[in-house]
């Protein structure tokens, strides 16, 4: 069964720093494009960022505050998240696929196959 785990979201003040993980298991990622979204209640799923082989894809509201990584070996991909902003607050999520708009315009990756994590949450007070 392939399963992709996201932690580290919790409550923090405006300002704050979270790193986020996502961890898979039943499926490798090297070679792999992963991509991290958020969705806040109420509001559309937007494209956070994507990491793609060594290549890094920010969206223009989260760039300069987030470095995505991965550690192949350890199955993971990690966002780094500083000076985090109340209207970052969103359940933030990993999966097989990327779609998001940057400053060169919209960078999408999909395969044949879709996986998704459950996201973790991330509250971000005044």
């Known amino acids: 069964e392939v399963k992709f785990v996201e932690s580290g979201g919790g409550l923090v003040q405006a300002g704050g720093s979270l790193r986020l993980s996502c961890t898979a298991s039943?499926?490798?990622?090297?070679?792999?494009?992963i991509g991290w979204f958020r969705q806040a209640p109420g509001k559309e799923r937007e494209g956070v960022s994507c990491i793609d082989n060594t290549e890094t894809h920010y969206a223009p509201f989260m760039e300069g505050r987030v470095t995505v990584s991965r550690d192949n070996a350890e199955n993971t991909v990690y966002l780094e998240m500083d000076d985090l902003q109340p209207e970052d607050s969103a359940n933030y999520y990993c999966?097989?696929?990327?779609?998001?708009?940057?400053?060169?315009?919209?960078?999408?990756?999909?395969?044949?196959?879709?996986?998704w994590g459950e996201g973790t949450p991330v509250t971000v007070s005044p």
């Open positions: 999966g097989t696929q990327c779609g998001l708009y940057t400053r060169d315009g919209y960078y999408s990756r999909v395969y044949a196959f879709n996986y």
């Open positions: 039943g499926f490798m990622i090297d070679g792999y494009a």
